[in-house]
């Protein structure tokens, strides 16, 4: 578990550094189409392309991160009125639920990797820089499910 947590501190440290690194592209690039749309009436083209792209990193890298914490949308109903053993039982299974759909999620995105060999219609980048941004959002939900759990179902005194 200990080097699971040091690798998994390593991870969130990439996915912090760019996502702060995507927020301001994003936004640098926004602001700079509004300026460029109202001072020279001539819009910036590509800023559609390159935003909407890291969007899609953006939303699946913080849903990683977010369920590194459990912060991802859950419901209590059940779980808040039953015993911790059964708690964790259920984790555990929301857990395995979670990560199939994050690895069914990363399968998608290596197909889509290989079969679409197009090119963006502004940047003429290749979609498949695109989409490797799915698999690695996948790939981050993923390792931060298993992480998650695997805090919840330890016992406080082994929790690093």
């Not at 819009?43 to 849903?63: D, K, P, Q």
């Not at 914490?69 to 964790?88: A, F, P, R």
Request: aromatic share 10%; hydrophobic share 55%; charged share 15%.
């Amino acid at each position: 578990m200990k080097l699971y947590s040091k690798i998994m501190r390593v991870v969130l440290a990439v996915e912090h550094f760019v996502l702060v690194v995507s927020m301001i592209l994003v936004l640098v690039l926004t602001f700079g189409n509004v300026v460029a749309r109202k001072v020279f009436h001539h819009s910036w083209g590509f800023t559609e392309e390159i935003v909407v792209a890291v969007f899609v990193l953006i939303s699946l890298l913080a849903a990683g991160v977010a369920a590194k914490d459990g912060g991802l949308i859950n419901l209590g109903l059940v779980t808040d009125h039953v015993s911790k053993s059964v708690q964790k039982v259920l984790h555990v299974i929301s857990t395995v639920i979670c990560v199939i759909y994050s690895l069914i999620l990363t399968y998608e995105g290596i197909g889509r990797i290989n079969a679409d060999h197009t090119f963006s219609p502004i940047l003429h980048i290749p979609k498949m820089v695109f989409w490797s941004f799915v698999v690695i959002g996948g790939i981050s939900m993923a390792l931060h499910f298993i992480q998650n759990c695997i805090l919840f179902c330890l016992p406080e005194e082994k929790k690093v």
